[in-house]
């Protein structure tokens, strides 16, 4: 059985911003570092995934965004000599056994659970909020 990524853990994915997907697109443009925020089990069997980008983009005013620490850039073997952030407010949302555009499932590395813990919970508030923007690619 394949690996089932579990949250924290960062992958290469083509992900889809808001903006994309409004104007057509059904592509990401490009495979970026993405990180697994939280993991739902169906009953039918299937993984849901919900997926965040990270940029080396500083967030625009009004954005809402988690830098990543040094250590942890470090930890899953992104470069460290450049700021990067988790954007928070866009959220691509997949199903691992049936994703059409994730080929590439070798995890980077992971995120340790203190960082985790506190990317889940900023996301949490956000969405609960209505701060985040979600593209449905399960369909």
């Known amino acids: 059985m ?3 990524p579990s949250a924290g853990e960062v992958f290469r994915y083509p992900f889809l911003w808001k903006r994309e997907e409004t104007s ?3 592509e990401g443009r490009k495979k970026r570092p993405v990180c697994i925020a939280v993991t739902i089990a169906r ?3 299937e993984t849901v995934v919900f997926i965040l980008p990270i940029t080396t983009q500083p967030p625009l005013a009004g954005r809402y965004a988690l830098e990543v620490p040094q250590i942890e850039s470090q930890r899953v073997g992104l470069e460290t000599h450049v700021r990067k952030w988790i954007m928070l407010d866009e959220i691509n949302t997949d199903i691992v056994e049936r994703s059409y555009v994730w ?5 980077l590395g992971a995120f340790s659970p203190a960082f985790t813990a506190t990317l889940r919970g900023t996301l949490l ?12 690619r399960t369909k």
């Not at 508030?125 to 449905?136: P, W």
């Open 125 to 136: 508030a956000l969405v609960k909020s209505g701060g985040a923007a979600l593209v449905d």
């Open 2 to 4: 394949a690996h089932k």
């Open 43 to 45: 009953q039918e069997g």
């Open 103 to 107: 080929d590439d499932r070798k995890a």
């Open 24 to 26: 057509g697109e059904t």
